[in-house]
């Protein structure tokens, strides 16, 4: 009893440990493999560090993707790495490609850059991380070029915020031949978001500085037009900016010509020559769906049967965006803008809403140009006005009362020369008091105006001296609004060939024009000389009769029943 009362006292045994049983060295190297790991992550850190700031302190954006690109293979121990940077429009391919690692001659090898597809074009589509122990395993991966150096291992991550993805950042072949880590993806990731706000403030800067230069554009074309009267240079200045602002290839401006037709007034990157003065036919195409619209029509692919107007504007080489040129209480016409396959890029970077800002500016100026011009023409009318008004108020009754006088003395005359005399002086009277009330309607059409009555007493006026006499005209029916530009031409061209003809060979003592407008346009040249004999060769006949028939109309010549010739021209008001 007692030595169980000295003895040891009772208890369990404990069971001995890992630690107990392990040796000393390897408990260093665990101790010195965490503090590795620990270095290596303050190291990682420190790297990451320096390559935001580094990628921020550099203005050029071309070199701070370049530095993104080093500093995340630096990180992740990446061989190769590449930086794609989306484009605009609704296919969201790569604008912008950086690699690192590549050789300059490897590049020129491998030729085009990638757009998109393929093992890209999944993290386009799906922004998310993605790690890849064999690139070439994966679903999507397609073949590498021929001279394209083999690629492994592949570690991929969005470059974002929130959720605005800017591109992608790719990294291939982990050296030491592991595969890329967590731990690798975390550090990419956070320096991806260091690369999207440097992306950002870029484009928000090309933006601030695309609308400065719209800005500007719309300034110069609104100073241009309210400066420049003839307005053919304020609107060749509308296309060159609508031109090069958003790096297009082609542009021209529209306006109206009639009901049916746009009439092209300037291009810019087009031969003006053949271009400006053309008429393009607007019913069932786009122009017609454009010009009567509030948006711009945007064409991305130009393959559209009602786009054939366009062929001459460039339109089926590219892309094209079709702009109205309106207010909201006119419409001015179109401004076509355009881009060849080659300038694709361009065209879906562009912001089509300041396109429309700027031709809505341009709009308004052509709308306070035009009236400021319409104030100064009414100016001129007003005075023109007074002026005709005096004439005919004071000198017309002046006139015509000493032409009374005058007859009423040649009554009283005993001398028979004297009565004759008298006669004349009253007859060059009522001559004179025609010219002035001819004078008096002339003023209400402006100088270079196309008032075709003004050009056709023009054409009278002209030949009156080789006549000895003036021709009477008549004009029936919607004169200006109904006869189309390209009948106008022929029509003046054969008055002046009928009356010609007729101071030549008609010995006529009067002639008289009527010009009836209806559907047709019906020309009759009278006279009363000696008529026409048909067996004559006159090659005023030939050129009468063949623009007639290029117009889809008829020409015929010959003898009145009281004497004289009769020339009729007979075509449609338009072709």
Same mark, same amino acid.
Request: glycine residues 10%.
């Given at each position: 009893?007692?030595?169980?009362?000295?003895?040891?006292? &009772?208890?369990?045994?404990?069971?001995?440990?890992?630690?107990?049983?392990?040796?000393?060295?390897?408990?260093?190297?665990? =101790?010195?493999?965490?503090? %590795?790991?620990?270095?290596?992550?303050?190291?990682?850190?420190?790297?990451?560090?320096?390559?935001? =700031?580094?990628?921020?302190?550099d203005?050029?954006?071309?070199?701070?993707?370049?530095?993104?690109?080093?500093?995340?293979?630096?990180?992740?121990?990446?061989?190769?790495?590449?930086?794609?940077?989306?484009?605009?429009?609704?296919?969201?391919?790569?604008?912008? $490609?950086?690699?690192?690692?590549? #050789?300059?001659?490897?590049?020129?090898?491998?030729?085009? !850059?990638?757009?998109?597809?393929?093992? !890209?074009? !999944?993290?386009?589509?799906?922004?998310?991380? !993605?790690?890849?122990?064999?690139?070439?395993?994966?679903?999507?991966?397609?073949? $590498?070029?021929?001279?394209?150096p083999?690629?492994?291992?592949f570690?991929?991550?969005?470059?974002?915020?929130?959720?605005? +993805?800017?591109?992608?950042?790719?990294?291939?072949?982990?050296?030491?031949?592991?595969?890329?880590?967590?731990?690798?993806?975390?550090?990419?990731?956070?320096?991806?978001?260091?690369?999207? +706000?440097?992306?950002?403030?870029?484009?928000?800067?090309?933006?601030?500085?695309?609308?400065?230069?719209?800005?500007q554009?719309?300034?110069?074309?609104?100073?241009?037009?309210? %400066?420049?009267?003839?307005? #053919?240079?304020?609107?060749?200045?509308?296309?060159?900016?609508?031109?090069?602002?958003?790096? &297009?290839?082609?542009?021209?401006?529209?306006?109206?010509?009639d009901?049916?037709?746009?009439?092209?007034?300037?291009?810019?990157?087009?031969?003006?020559?053949?271009?400006?003065?053309?008429?393009?036919?607007?019913?069932?195409?786009?122009?017609?769906?454009?010009?009567?619209?509030?948006?711009?029509?945007?064409?991305?692919?130009?393959?559209?049967?009602?786009?054939?107007?366009?062929e001459?504007?460039?339109?089926?080489?590219? #892309?094209?965006?079709l702009?109205?040129?309106?207010?909201?209480?006119?419409?001015?016409?179109?401004?076509?803008?355009?881009?060849?396959?080659?300038?694709?890029?361009?065209?879906l970077d562009?912001?089509?809403?300041?396109?429309?800002?700027?031709?809505?500016?341009?709009?308004?100026?052509?709308?306070?140009?035009?009236?400021?011009?319409?104030?100064?023409?009414?100016?001129?009318?007003?005075?023109?006005?007074?002026?005709?008004?005096?004439?005919h108020?004071?000198?017309?009754?002046?006139?015509?009362?000493?032409?009374?006088?005058?007859?009423?003395?040649?009554?009283?005359?005993?001398?028979?020369?004297?009565?004759?005399?008298?006669?004349?002086?009253?007859?060059d009277?009522?001559?004179?008091?025609?010219?002035?009330?001819?004078?008096i309607?002339?003023?209400?059409?402006?100088?270079?105006?196309?008032?075709?009555?003004?050009?056709?007493?023009?054409?009278?006026?002209?030949?009156?001296?080789?006549?000895?006499?003036l021709?009477?005209?008549?004009?029936?029916?919607?004169?200006?609004?109904?006869?189309?530009?390209?009948?106008?031409?022929?029509?003046?061209?054969?008055?002046?060939?009928?009356?010609?003809?007729?101071?030549?060979?008609?010995?006529?003592?009067?002639?008289?024009?009527?010009?009836?407008?209806?559907?047709? +346009?019906?020309?009759?040249?009278?006279?009363?000389? +000696?008529?026409?004999?048909?067996?004559?060769?006159? #090659?005023?006949?030939?050129?009468?009769?063949?623009?007639?028939?290029a117009?889809?109309?008829?020409?015929?010549?010959?003898?009145?029943?009281?004497?004289?010739?009769?020339?009729?021209?007979?075509?449609? &008001?338009?072709?």
């Open positions: 009893m007692q030595e169980d009362a000295a003895g040891p006292a &009772a208890g369990p045994v404990p069971e001995p440990t890992p630690l107990a049983d392990a040796r000393l060295d390897e408990l260093l190297g665990a =101790v010195l493999t965490r503090v %590795t790991g620990v270095l290596d992550a303050q190291e990682r850190l420190r790297g990451l560090l320096d390559a935001v =700031v580094g990628i921020n302190a203005l050029s954006l071309e070199r701070a993707l370049e530095r993104i690109v080093t500093a995340a293979c630096t990180l992740a121990d990446a061989e190769f790495g590449a930086l794609g940077v989306l484009g605009g429009g609704p296919g969201r391919r790569l604008r912008e $490609f950086v690699t690192h690692g590549l #050789s300059t001659d490897q590049r020129a090898a491998i030729g085009d !850059l990638p757009a998109g597809h393929g093992i !890209l074009g !999944l993290i386009i589509d799906r922004p998310e991380p !993605l790690r890849l122990p064999v690139l070439g395993e994966h679903p999507t991966s397609y073949g $590498f070029p021929p001279d394209h083999p690629m492994g291992t570690l991929g991550v969005p470059i974002r915020i929130r959720d605005r +993805v800017f591109g992608n950042l790719y990294l291939t072949e982990k050296r030491g031949g592991g595969t890329f880590t967590a731990e690798d993806e975390d550090v990419v990731v956070a320096l991806a978001a260091a690369a999207g +706000v440097v992306i950002e403030n870029a484009r928000l800067f090309e933006d601030t500085t695309l609308r400065r230069r719209w800005l554009a719309a300034a110069e074309v609104s100073s241009a037009l309210l %400066t420049d009267t003839g307005g #053919s240079a304020a609107l060749t200045l509308v296309a060159a900016r609508a031109r090069e602002v958003p790096g &297009a290839d082609t542009a021209a401006v529209l306006v109206p010509a009901g049916h037709r746009l009439q092209v007034v300037a291009v810019a990157g087009l031969s003006e020559d053949d271009l400006v003065g053309t008429y393009l036919e607007t019913p069932g195409t786009r122009l017609e769906e454009v010009a009567g619209s509030a948006a711009a029509i945007v064409l991305p692919e130009v393959a559209d049967d009602r786009l054939a107007p366009l001459l504007l460039g339109g089926p080489a590219g #892309s094209l965006v702009v109205p040129l309106h207010t909201s209480v006119a419409r001015y016409g179109v401004l076509v803008v355009g881009w060849s396959p080659s300038a694709e890029q361009a065209f562009t912001d089509v809403r300041l396109i429309e800002a700027y031709a809505g500016q341009a709009a308004l100026a052509m709308q306070v140009a035009q009236g400021r011009e319409d104030r100064s023409r009414l100016a001129v009318f007003e005075d023109r006005d007074r002026i005709g008004r005096d004439l108020d004071l000198v017309i009754q002046r006139l015509f009362a000493i032409g009374l006088t005058l007859e009423n003395a040649s009554r009283l005359a005993e001398r028979p020369e004297v009565s004759a005399r008298l006669s004349t002086a009253v007859d009277i009522d001559a004179t008091i025609k010219d002035i009330r001819r004078t309607f002339e003023l209400s059409a402006p100088p270079e105006s196309r008032d075709l009555r003004a050009q056709l007493g023009d054409a009278l006026e002209v030949v009156a001296p080789a006549l000895g006499f021709p009477h005209l008549t004009t029936v029916g919607p004169v200006d609004a109904a006869v189309g530009d390209d009948v106008r031409g022929h029509l003046l061209a054969v008055l002046r060939e009928a009356l010609a003809n007729a101071a030549r060979h008609a010995q006529a003592s009067a002639v008289e024009v009527d010009l009836a407008v209806g559907d047709e +346009v019906v020309l009759t040249v009278r006279d009363d000389g +000696v008529g026409y004999q048909p067996g004559e060769r006159r #090659s005023g006949v030939r050129n009468m009769t063949e623009r007639a028939q117009l889809g109309g008829t020409c015929s010549v010959g003898t009145r029943a009281a004497g004289g010739t009769e020339v009729v021209w007979r075509v449609p &008001a338009r072709r």
